[in-house]
């Protein structure tokens, strides 16, 4: 099985010295999220997060969920489980207030994602959905609407899903057919079939409470006549009681690769009670606010599955002998496989990556607070313009990276990695739904380049290379001759997005099928940024601890030398353009 550390040091060295945003340290509510309050929260999930939640992976591995007799069950240990989760206030710790949240910031739920997606992604996917449809009902349902549901669902007793894929539409939702006719007293009767819905449905809640876009009677075909509907499995009462069963059914769970705890659900609508949630036929509107947060989310759960991979790979290569090092000049025994440059190359890349990301998503989590709630309507929406950016980036790159590190860390374990004991394919396993789901990494990258780039003029894009060489001017000869590589990286970015911009125009399919490499190279950039400023901080306060620093400028050494470069083959290989692709006839 695998052991598990929350990375607690890390984290409260980007809490402590990298919360530098004047904009997000403007936002008032935050000013009381003290270091020490955040110490305690962070030590707080760790222990559940080690203790408890870390053995479920196993468990729901072994033992994935079943549909027996109408009823979902899951995993053994995940009900004790996720009652204590509840009881100790972890689904609530995000949320408003006004409903029994706790209002932590982004800054703080984001660590606390990255902890829970490395200890059991499975287990995560229970309460991950219900904080998306928290998120979309809070921003577009009426008061009466939250007032009956978000309580139930902050406190953990009632969960929420977000049923948008059908048998017939998955990336393309205007082909959906779920309808929704509406009645005489305001509610919309509801009927279709929704496939793949992760916690459609189970035993660890009261209540399910269903996110589900359905197409009214007169709307009109595609994605202009899509509409957002709240359908819960039990029909609540005006007091807040449970009542009758909905029209709800589960018609199976799928049989998956990985994230087998989690119940993958096909849902069966018959005539189910529905009640609009903001405008009609704007239904895609609504439901993006909680795929985009969703996206985020996503991104950190490869964030924390490379982290246990990274943690138990380094364990390993320090117990394993194998083979002598080119240093070992005597003639007897084996090396630990740690002296192996090529070993060690392998861990450091993994290093590298996943503190660059992290430090990313720290920089991302504050720009999403400021987008959400400083006072300035012009500094909001620039920052939101900031997060919409990147959120493709941190879903896809997060998530790829996901899948090299797992595979490099069943690598390092060798056959010992393939085999099932020691718990490293799962994760592999288990990853490699997180480029698939809230949509492909392919569509985020078009997305990014179809939309995100050209969006406003393309002007986005030039802000944040802005933003970044602002950053850049700093006064510490030893940072040079990593702020040299990064500007020369921003150069091929620069050209890179002058190249698809002018392929839109031109021939769309080398915009398209340069797409990937597009996110890729943003992506990498952008963490190169995010490692400019810890390295900042790392010179800056050197002396205050300096172990700590030593590891993070050979870390950000490694990343400036060996993941950085890989910028310039993307775009040269983007660049050759797609014509011999398209010409090629497939027989
Ligand atoms: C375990 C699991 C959990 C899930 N949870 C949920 C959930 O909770 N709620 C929910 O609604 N859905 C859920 N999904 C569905 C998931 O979001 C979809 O599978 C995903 O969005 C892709 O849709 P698809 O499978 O229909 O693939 P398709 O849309 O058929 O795509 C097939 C391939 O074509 C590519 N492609 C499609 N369109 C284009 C295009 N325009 N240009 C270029 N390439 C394109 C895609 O990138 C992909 O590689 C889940 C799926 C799984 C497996």
């Known amino acids: 099985m695998t052991t598990y550390n929350a990375p607690i040091e890390d984290m409260m060295f980007l809490y402590e010295k990298l919360r530098n945003n004047k904009n997000y340290n403007e936002i008032e509510k935050y000013k009381e999220v003290t270091p020490d309050l955040v110490k305690n929260i962070l030590e707080e999930a760790a222990k559940i997060n080690q203790n408890i939640i870390l053995p479920l992976a196993k468990s729901g591995d072994e033992n994935p969920t079943i ?3 109408g009823i979902v069950r899951t995993p053994p240990g995940y009900k004790e489980a996720y009652k204590k989760f509840i009881e100790d206030g972890w689904t609530s710790l995000s949320c408003d207030p006004k409903y029994g949240g706790q209002g932590m910031p982004k800054t703080v739920s984001a660590f606390f994602d990255e902890m829970i997606s490395a200890s059991s992604l499975s287990f995560k996917l229970y309460s991950e959905l219900s904080i998306g449809a928290y998120n979309c009902i809070h921003h577009h349902a009426s008061d009466l609407i939250k007032d009956k549901f978000l309580p139930k669902m902050v406190e953990g007793k009632w969960s929420g899903t977000m049923c948008l894929t059908e048998p017939v539409c998955g990336t393309d939702l205007g082909l959906l057919k ?7 007293d305001g509610t919309f009767k509801i009927s ?7 916690s459609g449905d189970h035993d660890l809640t009261e209540n399910i409470i269903h996110l589900v876009i359905a197409r ?8 202009k006549g899509i509409s957002l509907f709240l359908v819960p499995k039990f029909i609540v009462n005006n007091d807040g009681s449970i009542g009758s069963r909905n029209g709800v059914s589960t018609g199976s769970i799928e049989s998956k690769m990985g994230i087998k ?4 659900c096909v849902l069966n609508f018959d005539n189910a009670v529905g009640y609009m949630i903001g405008p009609k036929n704007k239904g895609l509107n609504s439901m993006f606010t909680m795929m985009n947060l969703e996206r985020i989310v996503v991104g950190i759960q490869g964030l924390g599955i490379s982290e246990i991979a990274y943690q138990n790979s380094l364990s390993y290569s320090k117990e394993r002998k194998q083979g002598k090092s080119n240093n070992n000049k005597s003639n007897n025994s084996a090396d630990l496989i740690i002296e192996h440059a090529d070993i060690r190359k392998s ?9 660059g990301e992290r430090a990313l998503c720290f920089w991302l989590s504050q720009q999403t607070e400021v987008s959400l709630y400083h006072k300035d309507v012009k500094i909001r929406r620039e920052a939101s313009d900031f997060v919409s950016l990147m959120t493709p980036v941190v879903k896809s790159l997060f998530t790829d990276m996901g899948m090299e590190i797992t595979s490099d860390a069943m690598q390092i374990y060798g056959g ?22 809230e949509g492909t990494n392919s569509i985020q990258a078009i997305d990014l380049v179809f939309r995100k780039l050209v969006n406003k003029n393309g002007d986005v894009i030039k802000k944040y290379i802005n933003l970044i060489k602002k ?9 040079e001759p990593f702020i040299k590589k990064l500007n020369k990286n921003i150069e091929v970015l620069n050209k890179f997005s002058d190249w698809i911009k002018e392929k839109i125009k031109s021939s769309k399919d080398d915009a398209n099928a340069a797409s990937n490499e597009y996110l890729k190279v943003l992506g990498l950039v952008a963490t190169a940024h995010a490692w400019i400023k810890v390295l900042e901080v790392s010179y800056k306060d050197y002396e205050n601890n300096k172990k700590f620093y030593e590891e993070k400028i050979q870390t950000a050494n490694f990343f400036f030398n060996r993941v950085l470069p890989r910028v310039e083959s993307y775009y040269l290989t983007a660049t050759s353009g797609s014509k011999y692709i398209m010409d090629f006839k497939f027989n």
Do not use: C, H, W
């Open 471 to 479: 950053d850049l001017k700093i006064n510490e000869e030893k940072i």
């Open 178 to 184: 779920t309808k929704a006719v509406e009645q005489s």
């Open 216 to 223: 009214a009677s007169d709307s009109p075909t595609g994605t």
């Open 261 to 264: 705890g989690s119940a993958t």
């Open 192 to 198: 279709g079939q929704k496939i793949f819905i992760t």
């Open 67 to 69: 549909l027996e007799n």
């Open 416 to 437: 010992y990695g393939y085999t099932k004991d020691q718990g490293i394919e799962q994760l592999y396993r288990d990853n490699r739904i997180t480029p698939i789901y």
């Open 347 to 355: 861990l450091l890349n993994m290093k590298s990556i996943i503190e």
